[in-house]
C-alpha cells in the first residue's frame, strides 16, 4: 500500500451507540456502567468516551467556555516558581542566581525564619526582583525583606511583579499581588474540587465587603494545590477561571485577569518508596500547565523528610522537561475543545457555583469555618477516599500496592515555612503508621503452599503483596498435601501468624484436621457460615480483594512480640 493510497482511504463514520454495543459485547455479560463509567469523589460520573453531543452546551456555548479559560491567562507559558533553600540572606542571593541561571524564573522566598539583610544585600536583591518576578512567602508581618522596596525608584517599582502571601496587609509596588485567595488549607483538610472551587469564591465575596471590586480585583491572587487525578485537576483550574468570570458578572463588573499559581499537591505524596513522588509530581504538573497556570511549584520526592539540593534540582527539572519538550507553553489552552475536558470543566463550574451558593446561604466563608459546617463537609469527603486507600480502589504505588518492606520510615522535617504541610491529610499515613509500628513488633509470619505452588501462585503473591504493606515478609512454604503436614510446619517453625493458600476444594479438606496452635487465615473470601465453622481449627480470617487494610494488617501486627 502506497502513502498516496493510505491517504484516500474513507473509514465509516460510527456512532456512540454502535460503539457501545461492540463494548457490551466485548464485556461478556459485565455490567456495562459499572465496569466502564467512573463515579468521582464530587459524585460526578465519567463516561468512557465522549461526543460532541454530549457536551450539553451548543458549540457557542463551548466556543465562550474556552475562551474565557484563554482570555483569563497572562500568557501562554508559565513562571517556574522553585523554592529556594538557604540559611541566611548572601546564601539566599547566590542560590537564587544559581537557579536562575539553571532555569528557576522566580525568585522564591519561603524562609522559616527572617533573615538579617545588609544595604548592599538589599540593593542585590533589587537589582533582581526588577527584572525577575517575586513570590514572597513571609513568616512574620514586617519581615526585613520588604525594605527592598525602598530602594526602588518611581519607574523601577513599576517594574516589579508578583506575589506576596502574607497574614497581614503588607506594602508593596503596584503590580505585586498581596490578597492571597487560598485554597490550600481547604486541600489539605481533604477537601474535593467542590469544595476548593466553592470557598475560592466564598473568600472573595467576603474579602469585597470591606472594598470595591476594581480594588479588591488588583490585589487578588489563587494558590491551588494539583493532585494526580490528571483531568479533572485540569478541569478544575479552567472552571475556576470561568467561575471568576461569571462571579465578576454576578457583581456587574468586567473580571479583570487573576494570577492562578498551583503546586503539586503532598496529599498523595508518601514517605514510603519516595521516589515515586517523582511519577506524582510529573503528573501534577503536567495537569497544571495544560489548565493554565501562570506559575508553579513541585515540590521534591522527598519534601516530608530532608530535601536535598539534588531532589530540589530534579523537582525544577520536572518544570523543564514539560516545558522544553512538550512544547505546551507555546499554546494558550492546549485542553481546549476536548469533549471530554470541556464536558468536566462545565460540571465543575456548576456544581461549584451551586456549592458557593450554599455558603453563602449559610453566612459566608468565616460563619461556616467557624460553625464547623464546613470542616464536616470536607471530613465526610476525606473519610471516604481514606475507604477507598484502605480497600486498594485508589493505589498509592509504594505505600498501599508494590510496597517493598524493607524500606526504612523516616522521620518529618518539615521545617516552620512548611508547617501548613505537617496537618495535610494525606493518604499514605496510615500505612506509614504501619510500617513505622512494624519496625518495633517481630512477627514470624508463612504463606502455607496447600497446592503446589503453580496452581496457587496469584493467590500467594495476593498475600504477600496485602502483607507488604505493614512491612511483613513472610516466608513461602512448600507443599505441604495434609493437615498434618500443615501441623508440624507450623510447630517447626514457631510460626506467629499463617496463610493458607489453595481452592476452597482444597482448604474444605485440611482444615477440619488442623489444630489451632498460631493465627492463621485464609486467601479468598469465604462465606460467614465456613468461617464459624472452621474457627475452631484456628481459622481467624480471610484476606481477599478489597478487605480494609489498615484494621487487618493492625490485627495481625498485635500477634508479633517486641523487637529487639
Not at 516552620?416 to 512477627?443: N, V
Request: proline fraction near 4%.
Amino acid at each position: 500500500m502506497t502513502i498516496e493510497s493510505m491517504k484516500n482511504i474513507q473509514f465509516p463514520e460510527r456512532t456512540y451507540d454502535e460503539w457501545k454495543q461492540a463494548a457490551v459485547a466485548a464485556l461478556k455479560g459485565k455490567d456495562f456502567d459499572k465496569v466502564m463509567k467512573t463515579r468521582t469523589i464530587e459524585d460526578i460520573t465519567l463516561e468512557p468516551l465522549y461526543t460532541e453531543s454530549m457536551l450539553e452546551r451548543t458549540v457557542s456555548d463551548v466556543n465562550a467556555q474556552t475562551a474565557a479559560v484563554q482570555s483569563g491567562k497572562f500568557q501562554s507559558s508559565w513562571i517556574v516558581a522553585q523554592e529556594i533553600a538557604a540559611e541566611d540572606a548572601e546564601m539566599f542571593l547566590t542560590v537564587t542566581k544559581e537557579d536562575l541561571a539553571r532555569g528557576n524564573e522566580a525568585i522564591v522566598y519561603t524562609s522559616a525564619h527572617p533573615f538579617d539583610w545588609t544595604e548592599v544585600q538589599l540593593e542585590e536583591l533589587a537589582a533582581l526582583i526588577v527584572r525577575y518576578p517575586i513570590y514572597f512567602k513571609l513568616i512574620e508581618e514586617q519581615d526585613p525583606i520588604l525594605r527592598v522596596f525602598e530602594l526602588l525608584t518611581t519607574e523601577q517599582q513599576d517594574e516589579v511583579q508578583g506575589v506576596i502571601f502574607a497574614a497581614e496587609a503588607v506594602k508593596a509596588p503596584a503590580k505585586v499581588r498581596t490578597e492571597l485567595i487560598d485554597t490550600l488549607p481547604t486541600h489539605n483538610a481533604g477537601g474535593t474540587i467542590i469544595h476548593e472551587l466553592g470557598v475560592a469564591l466564598s473568600m472573595m465575596a467576603e474579602s469585597l465587603k470591606e472594598q470595591t471590586f476594581e480594588q479588591a480585583a488588583s490585589k487578588f491572587w489563587v494558590r491551588f494545590a494539583v493532585d494526580t487525578h490528571f483531568f479533572q485537576e485540569i478541569a478544575k483550574i479552567r472552571a475556576f477561571r470561568i467561575l471568576w468570570q461569571a462571579f465578576g458578572t454576578a457583581y456587574g463588573e468586567q473580571a479583570p485577569r487573576i494570577p492562578v499559581f498551583t503546586e503539586t499537591s503532598v496529599r498523595s505524596y508518601s514517605k514510603l518508596d519516595p521516589y515515586v513522588n517523582l511519577l506524582r509530581a510529573g503528573n501534577a504538573t503536567f495537569s497544571a500547565v495544560l489548565a493554565g497556570t501562570d506559575g508553579h511549584t513541585v515540590h521534591p520526592h522527598d519534601f516530608l523528610t530532608v530535601p536535598t539540593a539534588s531532589s530540589r534540582r530534579i523537582a525544577r527539572n520536572v518544570q523543564l522537561v514539560i516545558k522544553e519538550e512538550s512544547h505546551v507553553s507555546h499554546v494558550t489552552d492546549a485542553a481546549g475543545g476536548s469533549y471530554f475536558i470541556e464536558s468536566l470543566t462545565r460540571q465543575y463550574v456548576d456544581a461549584a457555583w451551586n456549592y458557593f451558593c450554599e455558603i453563602q446561604e449559610a453566612g459566608g466563608y468565616s460563619e461556616v469555618k467557624r460553625t464547623g459546617w464546613l470542616t464536616d463537609d470536607i471530613q465526610a469527603k476525606w473519610l471516604e477516599r481514606e475507604q477507598q486507600a484502605t480497600k486498594r480502589k485508589t493505589s498509592l504505588i509504594g505505600t498501599n500496592v508494590y510496597a517493598n518492606p524493607q524500606e526504612p520510615v523516616k522521620d518529618s522535617k518539615i521545617d516552620a515555612a512548611h508547617l501548613e504541610y505537617m496537618t495535610a491529610k494525606r493518604l499514605s499515613t496510615p500505612f506509614e503508621k504501619l510500617r513505622a509500628k512494624s519496625r518495633e513488633t517481630s512477627i514470624k509470619s508463612a504463606i502455607i503452599l496447600l497446592e503446589p505452588l503453580k496452581a496457587v501462585k496469584p493467590q500467594a503473591d495476593f498475600v504477600s503483596g496485602f502483607l507488604s504493606v505493614a512491612g511483613i515478609e513472610p516466608e513461602i512454604s512448600p507443599y505441604l498435601s495434609s493437615a498434618d503436614e500443615v501441623n508440624r510446619f507450623i510447630r517447626s517453625e514457631e510460626l506467629d501468624y499463617a496463610v493458607l493458600c489453595g481452592s476452597q476444594d482444597t482448604l474444605a479438606k485440611i482444615v477440619p484436621g488442623l489444630k489451632p496452635q498460631t493465627a492463621i487465615d485464609v486467601a479468598g473470601k469465604v462465606d460467614a457460615e465456613t468461617m464459624a465453622n472452621w474457627e475452631a481449627n484456628g481459622i481467624r480470617d480471610c484476606l481477599y480483594a478489597g478487605k480494609p487494610l489498615i484494621a487487618k494488617l493492625k490485627d495481625v501486627l498485635s500477634l508479633g512480640k517486641e523487637a529487639l
